[in-house]
């Protein structure tokens, strides 16, 4: 039998042994190295060659052993073994090579197991006339130094071979496993404290996680599959990046990192970034000639803040990364385990961007498919690469990333004084793209006075209005407005001055709609079933020139009141106003009317909407909606901007209005209205006698497929459009159409793309636009704005801005919404820039959990909240509608959602709160009940698995009672007690349970049904007869 | 680090914005000469944008 010795393993072999249990299957450590020996060299001497060299380094001869719950490295005594050959010399040229290359890629992509020595493979490969050696090491023997090292034996040994000299290569006065050792002794007590108070406080603060955009949610669970994009820098640019590295006192290596922080900073919006880099381990001069893995990573963390040039920010990292580097030798895993402990297994701890100079080594000839950082650079003189997740990002982002980073650090070194903000990311076709392509139509402008005067004399006898069983033609809707207008008129009503409604919805409502307009002011509604105080804010803030009033609602009225009585303005002419029956003449940019929104902070504040801004809106609006020329149910109150579109829109279309609450008996009489336009939260409510024959058109809050998946496929002939828009645009500004039959892909709908003569810019905060798939804040130009905020001149400039992009003298609203620019050009909504919350450092993505709450069969409606009470930590919070159990959905959560998704608590409601508006009314959800377990909760471990689990979460961790609730990490572990814990659980119950089971599973009870599904697993996989005979055997032995 | 400055700015439709000090200033849109903080802006905006309706508007030409 083979001598073997054995040595602790050193801190980068436990880091790369423990990483590798999350996937021993992956190739992710596979560390390929490329060789052709000279022509002449036989196989004999090529395989004598590469034993040299396995004698000389220990590390080749190395594997790694769990001993009682450590990790070990066991050297084997050299054995001269000859390399396996294949032949291709036979083939024709170039099947030869492909052949070659698929040897080596398999080679490449077979997974080396940690626990038998070698922890390398190499084939010799016969080429036309020499041999080619396909050599693949594992990390946890071989770093990128090793390769340069390896490289150089190979020719040394080789030339020696060839004159029979001694071969030049170097002493190794000690072993790696010498190195382990003396690391071991060296790495302890003060020393170790004094380096890991560096590290907290260098990373104290620093984000959880990078806010990159991510083209798919973060799974629950972290794999290596990965992907990654090759890519030249252009001719001359590492020189440039060389001379600038120069005049600063810094490194090429600087220069490089600097422009990745400032790439990621402007597309994440971060302005602390945390970028890993690798220090080579080797600073003794006795380590520098030995094969083995000695890199450790470190984080490098760059203050991105107040916009500094280039140049700052390349002084920032400079500085950083020499504290970074001085205390480079503290293991990565300590420092994890200092600053992290609490492990999220969906995101890589401390950083999760990497960029790599490796200008001697060049890349892997092979793609293992494979990353270990959710982004990494390595560029190299020649061919450079960036590798990425591809569970995250598609190729297409990887490749804009490459291009963008290209961009911006030629850019950077060219002109190091521009700001970062400044510094250009995009071509100038992507420019054109997201400055959002050419919406120009040709539409009239015009007054809604003269639309739906068109269209009154087009269709006269047509039913306008359907309302209290009544039903108006277009020829009386028409008269009865225009009687009525010439008495407002009469009042003070005119061009510039306001008339207050204080009307219920009834037919009366929609003629002193139309009357107010066609006298030239614009309409304010107000809710007569506000709260009086609500109502006497709004009649003052408006300052009307008239309040119209029924009976019922006059007493809470204030100033001048026209009563409505039904005599009312009978005794006025009935045919359509002119100029000349106006205080002044009416113009398109005359207000039409002023609606009322809540901000997030402060007092209502009045929408000033002209007719202008309406009738493009409107123009748009018959184009798209077929549906508004046949019946439209209007169920929301007039004074929420959504209802334009139905009552304007389908007034100027020649449809009739049927006007009645969602609720109502009279809103199913008549059949299914063709069009119809909630919230999304009115969806559970739309049976199939509500829903619309032609358009149904969702907005006023956020929409997921999740959300609308149920009456898609019940209704698949139904147009369906997302609309977005804020009343200071105009009802709508931004939609998304999904065509009968077009399917509705889970996760947020798509707002989509800017209606006629309209534009939507996404504006870093420097005004910069965006790249296409990064998260910017979003600004609206074009013919739908609003005139401003009603006497509020101030808060007017503030919203709307000067636009950097659109014709000279135009303003932008600036819409305070986040959202994102598909690769296709359509938006993604992503919430309110206020509404961006986090817990525990990670952003929360409130959409994500409600719909992953939606997907549960048995959850008919659902929410998520972000709260803060009684004035401790933010929790989240997720609450849902239907007959599912908690624990039920809790389990499924835990199984699609990273750990920070998950909420916190559950709580079920009969029905989530709507405001009158019919949206989420998040004020209005409950906090819930005290559901944390109390400090005494101790649940004694229940069956035999959850024993042992907790016997050895006690043993390690040194605790006197573990229950069956209790978390592994809550408790203190770490990831190398976890290490010893699972050696534990497996030599008790010889299951096979990977390291990664107790990331996904710390509670006792959890893993302990881990541990049993999989003893289960292993009984299926055995015949009758194996069962029987290790029945009798456990007989046997109790 | 000092607060950012602002610049109140109004275009030719004597619509009233504000703009930061240092940077370029769109077209169209001119200086009106009051500068300060963004608070100081806003509060001069509220003082000397007393008519809101935009010039055209006014004088009747849209």
């Known amino acids: ?95 030869r090579l492909a052949e070659f290359e698929r040897l080596r890629g398999e080679l490449a992509r077979t997974p080396i197991s940690l626990d038998a020595a070698p922890l390398w493979r190499a084939r010799l490969i016969r080429l036309e006339d020499a041999w080619a050696l396909a050599f693949v090491a594992h990390h946890a023997v071989f770093d990128s130094h090793s390769a340069v090292l390896f490289h150089a034996e190979l020719a040394a040994i080789c030339e020696a071979a060839r004159t029979g000299a001694e071969p030049a290569v170097p002493e190794l006065p000690i072993q790696y496993a010498d190195f382990a050792v003396w690391q071991r002794e060296q790495l302890t007590g003060d020393e170790l404290t004094r380096q890991l108070a560096f590290w907290t406080g260098h990373l104290a603060g620093a984000p959880a996680v990078t806010g990159l955009p991510l083209d798919r949610p973060r799974p629950a669970q972290l794999g290596f599959a990965g992907d990654e994009v090759r890519f030249t820098l252009p001719d001359g640019l590492l020189d440039r990046v060389g001379a600038l590295a120069v005049g600063a006192q810094a490194t090429p290596y600087m220069v490089l990192l600097a422009g990745f922080a400032a790439l990621l900073s402007r597309i994440s919006g971060d302005t602390d970034v945390v970028v890993g880099v690798s220090t080579a381990g080797r600073d003794n001069p006795e380590l520098a000639p030995l094969i083995g893995m000695f890199v450790n990573p470190v984080a490098l963390r ?66 293992l498919g494979t990353t270990k950082d959710d982004l990494a650079f390595d560029i190299t003189t020649g061919e450079s690469r960036l590798v990425y997740r591809s569970a995250l990002f598609d190729r297409g982002s990887a490749a804009a990333v490459v291009r963008r980073y290209v961009r911006l650090l030629a850019a950077a070194v060219a002109e190091p004084e521009r700001t970062v903000g400044a510094l250009p990311l995009l071509t100038d076709d992507e420019r054109d793209l997201v400055l959002g392509g050419d919406t120009a139509r040709d539409v009239p402008v015009t007054t809604v006075v003269d639309e739906v005067q068109r269209q009154a004399a087009a ?72 709260p009086a105080g609500r109502i006497a804010y709004l009649l003052s803030d408006a300052t009307p020139a008239l ?23 009978a005794d006025q002419p009935g045919d359509d106003l002119t100029d000349a029956d106006r205080s002044a003449p009416l113009r398109p940019g005359h207000p039409a009317y002023v609606l009322h929104t809540s901000g997030s902070t402060g007092r209502p504040k009045g929408v000033v909407v002209e007719h202008r801004a309406v009738t493009a809106y409107l123009a748009w609006a018959r184009a798209t909606y077929p549906g508004l020329a046949g019946v439209a149910l209007l169920h929301s109150p007039v004074s929420f901007d959504l209802t334009v579109t139905g009552l304007l ?29 909630v919230t999304p939260s009115h969806l559970p409510l739309l049976d199939g006698e509500l829903s619309p024959t032609t358009d149904l058109v969702i907005g006023g809050e956020a929409l997921s497929g999740e959300q609308l998946a149920g009456w898609r496929a019940a209704h698949p002939e139904v147009a369906v459009v997302n609309e977005y828009g804020p009343t200071e645009a105009t009802v709508g500004c931004v939609a998304a159409r999904i065509a009968p039959g077009a399917p509705v892909a889970p996760g947020p709908v798509p707002i989509g793309t800017p209606t006629w003569n309209t534009g939507a810019l996404l504006l870093d905060g420097a005004f910069q636009p965006v790249p296409p798939g990064v998260v910017g804040e979003l600004y609206v130009t074009g013919a739908q704005l609003a005139r401003g905020y009603h006497d509020r001149p101030g808060l007017t400039a503030e919203r709307f801005l000067p636009c950097p992009y659109g014709p000279p003298g135009a303003r932008m609203y600036a819409t305070g919404d986040l959202a994102r620019r598909r690769p296709d050009g359509t938006l993604d909504y992503l919430g ?16 994500e959990v409600e719909a992953a709450l939606l997907a549960h069969p048995d959850v008919r409606a659902a929410a998520a909240a972000v709260r803060v009470d009684g004035g401790g930590e933010p929790t989240l919070v997720g609450y849902l509608v239907g007959p599912a159990h908690e624990d039920s959905v809790r389990a499924e959560l835990a199984r699609e959602l990273p750990a920070h998704l998950v909420p916190a608590a559950l709580v079920r409601l009969d029905a989530l709160p709507l405001t009158p508006n019919g949206k989420l009314d998040r004020a209005a959800l409950p906090a819930p009940a005290a559901t944390e377990p109390a400090e005494d909760s101790y649940v004694a471990p229940r069956t035999e698995a959850e024993g042992l689990v907790a016997e050895v979460y006690a043993d390690i961790l040194q605790v006197e009672k573990v229950g069956a609730l209790d978390d592994f990490f809550t408790l203190g572990g770490n990831s190398l007690r976890g290490m010893r814990a699972m050696a534990r659980i497996r030599a008790e ?33 055995l015949s009758d007869t194996e069962v029987a005979a290790l029945l009798a055997a456990e007989e046997g032995t109790n | 680090m000092a607060e950012p400055r602002f610049l109140v700015v109004r275009n030719d439709e004597e619509q009233y914005s504000i703009w930061s000090a240092d940077r370029e200033l769109p077209a169209g849109w001119h200086d009106t000469g009051f500068a300060g903080s963004r608070e100081e802006c806003l509060a001069h905006v509220d003082e000397v944008w007393t008519d809101m309706r935009p010039r055209s508007v006014r004088e009747g030409i849209s």
């Open chain 1, 1 to 95: 039998m083979t001598r073997e010795w054995t040595f602790p393993a050193s801190y980068a072999q436990e880091r790369v042994w423990m990483a590798n249990q999350l996937d021993a299957g992956s190739p992710v450590f596979n560390v390929s190295v490329p060789w052709a020996f000279p022509a002449g060299v036989d196989a004999g001497t090529a395989s004598d060659v590469v034993n040299r060299i396995v004698a000389r380094h220990e590390a080749l001869r190395t594997h790694l052993r769990v001993d009682d719950g450590a990790l070990v490295q066991v050297v084997r005594a050299h054995e001269p073994t000859p390399l396996p050959t294949v032949d291709l010399s036979h083939l024709p040229a170039g099947e």
């Open chain 1, 547 to 569: 309040v119209v009033a029924t009976p019922d609602t006059a007493a809470s009225a204030a100033g001048d009141t026209l009563v409505l009585d039904g005599e009312v303005g």
């Open chain 1, 302 to 367: 760059c203050d991105v803040s107040g916009d500094p040039t280039f140049a700052e920010l390349l002084g920032r990292v400079r500085n950083g990364l020499i504290d970074a580097m001085e205390h480079g030798q503290t293991p990565f895993q300590k420092i994890v385990e200092a600053v992290d402990p609490q492990r999220d297994p969906s995101v890589q701890p401390v950083f999760q961007t990497a960029l790599n100079w490796i200008p001697d080594s060049g890349l892997d000839p092979v793609e």
């Open chain 1, 459 to 530: 269709t006269p006898e047509t039913a306008a209005l359907v309302c209290d069983g009544v039903t108006l033609s277009y020829a009386e809707l028409n008269t009865a407005a225009n009687r009525l207008a010439r008495l407002l008129v009469a009042r003070g009503a005119g061009p510039e001055t306001r008339v207050a409604l204080l009307l219920p919805r009834s037919c009366e409502l929609v003629v002193a709609m139309l009357a107010v307009l066609k006298s030239g002011a614009a309409y304010v509604p107000v809710d007569p079933a506000y």
């Open chain 1, 832 to 847: 309110r820039r206020d509404d961006q919350v986090k817990v525990r450092g990670m952003r929360i993505e409130l959409g």
């Open chain 1, 989 to 1021: 119950v010889d299951v096979d349970l990977p390291m990664r089971a107790l990331f996904a599973s710390p509670v006792v009870a959890d893993l302990a049904a881990q541990i049993e599904q999989r003893i289960a697993a292993e009984l299926d996989g």
């Open chain 1, 649 to 677: 829109g389908t007034l100027t279309a020649g449809g009739t209005v049927r006007l009645a609450a969602i609720d109502s008996p009279a809103a199913r009489a008549g059949g299914r209205p063709s069009f119809l336009k």
